[in-house]
């Protein structure tokens, strides 16, 4: 059983402030302690993969950690976090926002947000976080032409390869998928996608519809504890 973490923004803000989008640096440093004091390793998306195709050994407590959106202050703040404790993750970019500032929480009540530069992407890459792809323009795949989800995927998926030799990794916009966006996200290359369904990826799950948890500002500690699936 695999459970896959899934956050948007990380900033030092005050651990109570409830900012959209947005887990509290001192809250996502508590959790991530709290996971490597229970022994738990984090997988690459590859990985991942690997054990839920059968390929790979199963066993030991596991989880996968990912970013939506491509935000920089991830890089800035989580990722020096994570390899502090030894720990790895995916971004999930959005290519045609790479080094720009969009306002997509604004109208929620949230902030604007920065997106990691393709320099930045490539030093987090060198340093062993997966770069994945979350479309050219952040668009609902299940509401867009043909012709545009292909685009969308495809694309996406090139400008990644381009800068940084690889991407095999997809999370779908808003979690939105149906079986066309799935056939498209496949015949792009990717190896998996992540969706926005809560639960735990057991051997079988279909690699392109992966679970995830998902973790917000309004996530205790009791309750991430039950999204890695520790009920104790
Ligand atoms: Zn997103």
Same mark, same amino acid.
């Given at each position: 059983?695999?459970?896959?973490?899934?956050?948007?923004?990380?900033?030092?803000?005050?651990?109570?402030? =409830?900012?959209?989008?947005?887990?509290?640096?001192?809250?996502?440093?508590?959790?991530?302690?709290?996971?490597?004091?229970?022994?738990?390793?984090?997988?690459?998306?590859?990985? +991942?993969? $690997?054990?839920?195709?059968?390929?790979?050994?199963?066993?030991?407590? !596991?989880?996968?950690? #990912? &970013?939506?959106?491509?935000?920089? !202050?991830?890089?800035?703040?989580? &990722?020096?976090?994570?390899?502090? *404790?030894?720990?790895?993750?995916?971004?999930?970019?959005?290519?045609?926002?790479?080094?720009?500032?969009?306002?997509?929480?604004?109208?929620?009540?949230?902030?604007? *947000? $920065?997106?990691?530069?393709?320099?930045?992407?490539?030093?987090? /890459? /060198?340093?062993?976080?997966?770069?994945?792809?979350?479309?050219?323009?952040?668009?609902?795949?299940?509401?867009?032409?043909?012709?545009?989800?292909?685009?969308?995927?495809?694309?996406?998926?090139?400008?990644?390869? =381009?800068?940084?030799?690889?991407?095999?990794?997809?999370?779908?916009?808003?979690?939105?998928?149906?079986?066309?966006? +799935?056939?498209?996200?496949?015949?792009?290359?990717?190896?998996? /996608? !992540?969706?926005?369904?809560?639960? *735990?990826?057991?051997?079988?799950?279909?690699?392109?519809?992966?679970?995830?948890?998902?973790?917000?500002?309004?996530? #205790?500690?009791?309750? &991430?504890?039950?999204?890695?699936?520790?009920?104790?």
């Amino acid at each position: 059983m695999v459970p896959i973490l899934m956050y948007h923004a990380v900033l030092p803000i005050d651990a109570t402030a =409830k900012v959209r989008g947005t887990v509290p640096l001192a809250v996502f440093r508590d959790q991530i302690g709290w996971l490597a004091r229970r022994g738990y390793r984090t997988l690459t998306l590859d990985a +991942v993969a $690997e054990r839920l195709d059968g390929s790979g050994a199963e066993g030991g407590r !596991c989880v996968a950690i #990912t &970013f939506d959106d491509g935000y920089r !202050c991830v890089l800035e703040h989580a &990722f020096p976090v994570l390899a502090e *404790f030894g720990m790895t993750a995916t971004l999930f970019v959005v290519t045609g926002a790479v080094g720009t500032t969009t306002d997509w929480y604004v109208a929620g009540g949230g902030r604007a *947000f $920065e997106h990691a530069g393709w320099d930045e992407l490539e030093r987090a /890459a /060198a340093q062993g976080f997966t770069i994945g792809s979350h479309t050219m323009s952040h668009l609902s795949l299940v509401t867009a032409s043909d012709t545009a989800v292909a685009d969308e995927v495809g694309a996406s998926r090139e400008a990644i390869v =381009k800068r940084l030799g690889a991407c095999d990794h997809f999370a779908y916009p808003f979690g939105a998928h149906g079986d066309a966006s +799935v056939a498209a996200v496949q015949r792009a290359g990717y190896r998996s /996608a !992540c969706t926005t369904e809560a639960g *735990f990826n057991r051997r079988g799950q279909p690699l392109l519809r992966l679970r995830r948890q998902s973790v917000s500002r309004n996530t #205790t500690a009791g309750r &991430f504890r039950r999204r890695v699936g520790a009920w104790f």
